[in-house]
């Protein structure tokens, strides 16, 4: 019955020319057929309404039909809503015909609701405790969320945009400002009440505002000047809700207005710093004892040294005691040394050597011996130099290691493209000195001339690998010095390892020594080269405190094997008539053994044999041993026998003395007690394990108490300089200065070392400290 | 060779100390009893923005009773609001979720390294309180970290075994947690609709006199010689809302009156937290 009829029978001119009337005659305007209507419609509305019709003004009914286009149905619900009182039922008044249940359902409800939203307004008359206070949002300063107690982080864009703000603010006038302030003050509506009682909220949420801007703008926090004051606790809400307790409970206040905050404790003073808003506090002249207030406390529990300082004293009594009996020991020298080997000999227990020592004299059997000499040498030089090749080769040219294991490593080594590395494959064998091409641990070898057999130690040549040199070197009798005569590495050499090694290997107690002057062969032989080298380092060796004619200097070519075994072929070489390398090997003396010492043995690896289950191999340093001897592994100090034994290339033997290279299989020892570095010695004249000793020391960089790596073979220890005693001349050993601060390259000075574990050292011994990858400084135990 | 991945610690190693237990009689020399009056909690010091690496920091410390123990210190961290995972299903609100750890050494019994049954609740508690106060439709697919790690609880662990239930150190520290987290993430700027804090009330019994029982805030279990019934509640003044109420303890349900009066006192309690808190929040504010 709508509108939708009314459009339908629409007179478009009609409507047209009353358009020009509608905006300001259209009440008193009504078509003849919508009076008609209006008449109608409010005969049934008045119909509906029925007994309630008389609250109803006439011109409301007529004026809601029009609103509604004579819908009667809404007319009556709203005339309903607006004018009768909603506990009157509408399923009364409503015309049960036209109106549905449902219409009536939401017309009570929203009657309901209305009433109740609407029940406490005060329509105009705003009592003062009710009255909003606008606030000004408060002028947060710009940058990132959280951690608010700092001044604010600023990212690099805001600080951009900050500045460029200021910059237009400083443009434009000041009145604009004002304009806006004055704006501000018309907003609010009572100034004076923004106390500050009234702030908490505009405090708690201005960072919300500052943060969600862009769903909050022109939002302004809105605060209820009542609720709002927890100070106040009676609270005058018109109606009593049921947290209006204090109301209810007038005994019992709440006393305290202030907040009740504390002062920060020392811990959190500490961790935020002196609180810049509380007050200064004196600080306190008298510091209670903490634990003070506890009966079980009792001040005298002070008054006696604390079990820490009874330990503390008693240790450095004994430290006191060990330093005199140092002293000692270094004014008496060998007496007391002998004074300590005789008490630990009374202690011995039981060295009785198993039922199967033969009890032989080792010496006299040694003496008996019509063997060939035994000698050891080590191949020392700067990286990549030669070295592994020419062992090679002349492991290769001795028929040592047959051609065909030779090709099989050339076809191996082509495979990874190192052909030129197949002759030192020969010695090195690890995985890692394959695939890199340098040496990094002590390769051995032995080969057999008519009146000597050769043990080879190919030491690595990288510095980083020196330690593992320093522990062949102390197994050497003496040295091939490789050098690389090719252009530029010569000099590059000298300058590197070529110069560190010839320095340790002296300063190791090696004396006799062989240039071999290699790779002579990428120079076409040149003569002036070699003897240009020749020169240089024989200067530098003499320097270094080789005697000259303990200097042999050989012309060869590793890679091609000339003037190794045999002499060279090359018509260019032809210039050299001297020996060749192995002859000039052959006439080393080696050195002197130190047979009737007591034993030392250096282990340098150890391992499991189907023999035993830990078998040693090392180099004899001094003394024999036989089979069935009982041994002691220092530092762990405990007592090992010799099972059986093997010399050399692996034969079994009875008995082995100094300067041979042995597998010692042992017995009754546990594993644990055994590792590399260790040394084996004669149980009754043991080697002492010490952590202090004074070393007569050449120093190869500038020495002063520090921190330093002392070596000795395979053994190595951490350590530092306690102190530079003297420093001494290098000819005489006289001092020459007392106390220095430092000590120069090249210089000769008596140190104490300390160390951090006590290891097997003993007088005579030769060591090397080394610090940060360098050596640092060789020298003799004092 | 050393693992270089993480930080290595000093390579000495110490024992923690080890308390043995007190013998009875000697507790019984330092019987304290309540020293402020019945309906005033203990001072606090509240500080926000102490972690400069969170989003909203606050640390709390509620001083010690004043008979040689220590008090409760707490910090909370607030990490976020951040985007969720992507495995994460859709969540139209922000997502709380809320960690609560004491120190190992927090207090005499050495705690572990994993959160125990105690802590958990706690977490769980801390939730429910604070979602109340979030707007949390604001921030549809993010989620937000609070993290409370309880430096120092309280000392009276001793006292509360001795009794055999530590609810009532674990109330007062649950109301430390809820107004502590309240302020950081105030300091994190996190829409709330209003501040919440937390206050603990409890029926307790005093000792020597047969008097009946009285109904006191932020009790100290130690200062009493039992508590009979304790609630703690966190509470939105500005809304008079609750938001968390914890009850435990041993009330003839027929007097309810006791009821109303032990949650009026904890509204009473965390309304005096509150103005701490927002004293606080003022002041760094500005
Ligand atoms: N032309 C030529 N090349 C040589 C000679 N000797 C060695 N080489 C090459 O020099 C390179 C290095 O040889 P290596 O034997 O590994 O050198 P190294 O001294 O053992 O090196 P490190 O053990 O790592 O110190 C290889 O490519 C050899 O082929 C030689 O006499 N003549
Ligand atoms: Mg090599």
């Known amino acids: 019955m709508a509108r939708h009829q009314n459009i339908r029978n629409l007179d478009y001119e009609a409507e047209l020319e009353e358009y020009g009337a509608f905006s300001d005659e259209e009440e008193e305007e009504l078509s003849p057929e919508d009076q008609v209507r209006m008449r109608e419609g409010t005969a049934q509305v008045l119909e509906a309404l029925g007994v309630e019709a008389h609250k109803v003004p006439k011109t409301q009914i007529e004026e809601s039909l029009w609103h509604y286009y004579w819908d009667v149905d809404k007319t009556i619900t709203y005339l309903i809503s607006k004018y009768i009182d909603p506990p009157k039922k509408p399923a009364k008044t409503a015309p049960p015909k036209t109106a549905p249940k449902q219409d009536a359902a939401i017309a009570s409800a929203s009657r309901q609701s209305f009433a109740h939203l609407f029940r406490d307004l005060p329509w105009g008359n705003i009592p003062p405790e009710r009255q909003a206070v606008l606030i000004p949002p408060p002028q947060l300063p710009a940058g990132l969320l959280g951690g608010s107690g700092a001044p604010p982080k600023m990212s690099k864009l805001q600080q951009l945009a900050a500045a460029r703000k200021k910059k237009a603010e400083e443009k434009s006038a000041s009145g604009e400002v004002e304009q806006t302030q004055v704006k501000m003050t018309e907003l609010t509506v009572n100034d004076n009440q923004a106390s500050k009682e009234n702030r908490p909220l505009a405090g708690v949420f201005g960072k919300r505002v500052k943060i969600s801007e862009t769903t909050a703008q022109g939002r302004i926090p809105l605060t209820m000047a009542e609720p709002t004051r927890p100070e106040i606790p009676q609270a005058q809400a018109p109606e009593a809700t049921p947290s209006q307790h204090q109301e209810e409970d007038p005994i019992d206040p709440e006393p305290a207005v202030a907040p009740p905050k504390a002062q920060p404790s020392a811990f959190a003073s500490t961790l935020f710093g002196p609180s810049s808003d509380s007050p200064k506090r004196r600080p306190r002249e008298v510091f209670a004892l903490p634990y003070m207030a506890i009966s079980s406390y009792s001040p005298d529990a002070f008054g006696k040294p604390s079990p820490d300082d009874v330990v503390l004293a008693a240790q450095a009594k004994v430290a006191t005691a060990g330093k005199k009996s140092a002293n000692v020991h270094n004014k008496k020298g060998s007496s007391s040394a002998d ?395 006289k001092v020459t200065k007392k106390k220095p601060m430092i000590v120069k390259p090249g210089t000769v000075s008596r140190v104490r070392v300390t160390l951090h574990s006590k290891v097997p050292l003993e007088a005579g011994q030769r060591v090397v400290l080394r610090s940060g990858g360098q050596t640092v400084a060789a020298g003799l135990l004092e | 060779m050393a693992d270089r991945r993480r930080i290595n610690g000093p390579v000495g190693t110490t024992n923690p100390p080890i308390y043995d237990d007190a013998p009875e009689k000697q507790s019984e020399g330092f019987k304290v009893t309540r020293s402020r009056p019945a309906n005033v909690i203990r001072k606090m010091y509240l500080k926000t923005g102490v972690t400069p690496s969170a989003s909203g920091s606050a640390y709390l410390e509620i001083e010690s009773s ?143 006199n047969d008097a009946a029982p009285s109904i006191v805030v932020d009790p100290i279990p130690s200062e009493h010689e039992k508590v009979l019934a304790a609630c703690c509640i966190a509470y939105l003044p500005t809304r008079q809302e609750v938001t968390n109420l914890w009850f435990k303890g041993d009330l003839p349900a027929s007097d309810m009156d006791v009821y109303t009066q032990l949650i009026e006192k904890g509204i009473q309690a965390s309304k005096s937290a509150n103005r701490v808190l927002v004293d606080c929040l003022n002041e760094t504010v500005g």
């Open chain 1, 339 to 733: 004074g300590v080997t005789n008490q630990v000999s009374q202690l011995k227990i039981d060295d009785t050597p198993l039922p199967k020592s033969r009890n032989l004299n080792v010496l006299s059997e040694f003496e008996k011996q019509k063997g060939k000499k035994t000698a050891s040498f080590v191949v020392v030089g700067h990286v990549d130099a030669g070295k592994s090749t020419m062992m090679g080769r002349l492991l290769l040219d001795l028929n040592v290691v047959d051609q065909r294991t030779v090709d099989k490593l050339r076809k191996e080594a082509e495979k990874i493209g190192k052909t030129s590395f197949a002759l030192a494959w020969v010695l090195d064998q690890r995985h890692e000195e394959r695939s890199r091409g340098v040496t990094i641990d002590i390769a051995t070898n032995r080969f057999e001339t008519e009146t000597t057999s050769f043990t080879i130690l190919d030491a690595p040549g990288h510095r980083d690998f020196i330690p593992n040199m320093i522990a062949g070197a102390s197994q050497a009798d003496f040295a091939i010095l490789v050098i690389d005569a090719s252009t530029g590495a010569f000099e590059s050499g000298l300058k590197g390892q070529t110069r560190e090694h010839s320095l340790l290997i002296r300063s190791m107690g090696v004396s006799r020594i062989i240039v071999a002057v290699n790779k002579l062969d990428t120079v076409n032989w040149s003569q002036e080269r070699f003897d240009e080298i020749t020169h240089q380092v024989s200067g530098f060796l003499t320097a270094t405190g080789f005697q000259p004619k303990n200097i042999a200097f050989v012309p060869v070519s590793g890679l091609h094997g000339d003037n190794l075994v045999r002499k060279s072929t090359d018509p260019a070489a032809s210039w050299y008539t001297g020996k060749t390398l192995v002859e000039e090997l052959e006439a080393s003396e080696p050195s002197a053994r130190a047979l009737a010492k007591p034993l030392r043995m250096t282990i340098s690896e150890v391992m499991r044999t189907p023999q035993s289950s830990i078998s040693i191999t090392g180099r004899i340093d001094a003394g024999s041993l036989q089979m069935g001897d009982a041994l002691l592994v220092q530092p762990s100090g405990e007592k090992a026998y010799v099972k059986s034994l093997q010399v050399d290339d692996g034969e079994p033997a009875d008995w082995a003395v100094a300067g041979q290279n042995v597998v010692l299989h042992l017995s009754n020892i546990d594993p644990i007690h055994v590792r590399v570095g260790d040394i084996v010695c004669d149980p009754a004249k043991p080697i002492q394990c010490v952590d202090t000793f004074t070393l007569k020391a050449l120093a190869f960089d500038i020495l002063m108490p520090m921190q330093v790596d002392v070596h000795r073979g395979r053994l190595h220890a951490a350590g530092k300089i306690e102190a530079i005693d003297a420093i001494l001349d290098k000819v005489t050993g």
């Open chain 2, 66 to 208: 004043g008979n040689g123990g220590s008090g409760l210190k707490l910090s909370c961290s607030v990490h976020g609001p951040r985007a969720l995972p992507r495995s994460t299903p859709f969540s139209p609100h922000i997502i709380l979720s809320t960690h609560v750890k004491f120190a190992p050494f927090a207090t005499k019994q050495r705690r572990g390294y994993i959160r125990d049954p105690i802590e958990r609740d706690l977490g769980t508690h801390l939730e429910t309180a604070l979602r109340g106060s979030i707007i949390a439709d604001r921030w549809p697919k993010s989620g937000v970290d609070i993290i409370i790690s309880i430096v120092e609880g309280e000392q009276d662990r001793e006292t509360s075994k001795a009794q055999g239930i530590e609810a009532w150190d674990t109330m007062n520290a649950l109301s430390g947690c809820i107004t502590v987290a309240s302020a950081a993430l105030a300091d994190a700027g996190i829409d709330c609709v209003d501040t919440v804090a937390g206050g603990v009330a409890a029926l307790v019994q005093d000792a020597g």
